[in-house]
């Protein structure tokens, strides 16, 4: 059984620094893509980032220069660094992969922005 675990979320003032990450199990780390994505309140869920078994990473264009995804082999955890915070930025934050064709979840964690 795949387990997605997220922490980090939390409220920082706008500029602020975040690192939030995800825990992994039950899948093979690392050979999986894995994803960070965000849903803001009545909006849908977008991607922010995601990072391949390669180390290869994509960024929403929101993002670009400010957040950085990375990964640990090792502690088969996924990290978001997310610098220099907007008001936009808030909302929830899932951690995604698919694994055996079937997509899976955390349960997310929050982050609010204040101004």
């Known amino acids: 059984q795949v387990h997605l675990v997220e922490s980090g979320g939390g409220l920082v003032q706008a500029g602020g620094s975040l690192r939030l990450s995800c825990r992994t199990s039950?899948?093979?780390?690392?050979?999986?893509?894995m994803a960070w994505y965000r849903q803001a309140p009545g909006k849908q869920r977008d991607l922010v980032a995601n990072?391949?078994?390669?180390?290869?990473?994509n960024y929403s264009d929101s993002v670009k220069g400010r957040f950085t995804i990375s990964r640990d082999w090792a502690r088969a955890t996924v990290y978001l660094e997310m610098n220099s915070l907007k008001l936009e930025d808030a909302g929830d934050y899932y951690c995604?992969?698919?694994?055996?064709?079937?997509?899976?979840w955390g349960r997310g964690t929050t982050v609010t922005v204040s101004s």
């Open positions: 990072i391949s078994a390669d180390g290869s990473t």
């Open positions: 039950g899948m093979n780390f690392k050979i999986a893509r």
């Open positions: 995604q992969t698919t694994w055996r064709s079937l997509n899976f």
